[in-house]
């Protein structure tokens, strides 16, 4: 057995590509996209037909200026990646909310049903889409409101005990804590490796996994952001990990046996104290994370970066129609 199917036996394995032809290699359960990935996938050769198709979409509706036009191009595109996507996989896709629209409520609950819209159009229905919204207090309540009109969500740039805690008191679907962008913090700080028994974004997904199934929430934790192998099989047993393709290939090509380091037994188990959390006690909790202030802040700056280039691509195929 390799590593992967050994991996597949405990966790919900996510491709974290843009990449379908790498998708449809790995066969992973589910898979998650974003604009930067969207972006070097929608410059691929392969993938020009989805281009062209979201283009001629777009560009057709009546009423619409160049930035109305841009702006559906690009949900257009998000949603032809999403459809390709789940034609080779079994699970769910995750479809991201621009990042411009991290401390905007009301147009991020607006922005996601016109993206389900877009796949029911297509004949896809919510239970295999997941909004992916920045894990903000007024993101964290978007996906309140979404989950529950059946949208499901996945909260990303997920770093704080904060964070974690309000998206399962608001009924989320999913979190991503992001473990490789906190090991890069406290790496940096540092100035040295990290011992990999004293991983501080291993530690932090361990510490979220074991209290929601301590505590009986049903949002599933899925890590994200991994640097190497090792922090994969650390946290094996995790409801899901989202893994680049060259992970996953890393991970296929080694032989061996995987135990179990995550259950929900050795979490009933685990002495850890329940809190709640409202607006005030969610900023102070997490404004007491300096790691999780600066990571929030610049993943959501480069999230926005990331779609800015995307929207810079799309404006240029608008205008070229």
């Keep these: 057995m390799n590593l992967l199917d050994a991996l597949k036996q405990y966790t919900v394995v996510v491709a974290d590509t843009g990449d379908i032809d790498a998708i449809a290699r790995l066969k992973p359960q589910d898979a998650t996209t974003n604009p930067s990935l969207l972006l070097k996938a929608a410059q691929m050769s392969q993938y020009q037909h989805l281009v062209d198709d979201a283009l001629a979409y777009a560009t057709k509706q009546p009423g619409l200026n160049d930035a109305g036009k841009t702006e559906l191009f690009m949900d257009k595109l998000f949603v032809a990646f999403g459809l390709e996507i789940l034609k080779v996989i079994p699970g769910r896709v995750s479809t991201e909310v621009d990042a411009a629209l991290s401390f905007d409520t009301e147009a991020t609950v607006a922005k996601a049903r016109k993206l389900i819209g877009l796949y029911k159009e297509a004949g896809i229905g919510p239970e295999r889409i997941l909004i992916k919204i920045a894990s903000t207090w007024e993101g964290i309540k978007a996906a309140e409101r979404l989950e529950k009109e059946g949208i499901h969500c996945n909260l990303t740039l997920l770093f704080s005990f904060a964070q974690a805690v309000a998206c399962a008191e608001a009924g989320v ?52 952001s991994f640097r190497k ?21 890393k991970l296929q090509k080694a032989d061996g046996t995987l135990p179990r380091k995550l259950s929900p037994e050795a979490a009933a188990k685990a002495d850890v104290e329940k809190i709640h959390l409202d607006e005030k006690g969610f900023r102070w909790l997490h404004n007491t994370d300096p790691m999780a202030v600066e990571k929030l802040s610049d993943g959501i700056r480069s999230f926005y970066a990331d779609a800015r280039k995307l929207e810079a691509y799309a404006r240029s195929r608008v205008a070229g129609r």
């Design 173 to 224: 679907t999913l979190i991503s804590p992001f473990v490789g962008r906190i090991y890069d913090y406290y790496k940096k700080e540092k100035g040295s490796d990290i011992p990999r028994a004293d991983d501080p974004g291993v530690a932090s997904v361990t510490k979220i996994y074991t209290y929601f199934k301590k505590y009986g929430y049903k949002t599933q934790v899925m890590g994200a």
């Design 229 to 249: 192998v090792e922090q994969i099989e650390d946290l094996a047993g995790c409801d899901l990990l989202t893994i680049s393709p060259d992970l996953l290939d």
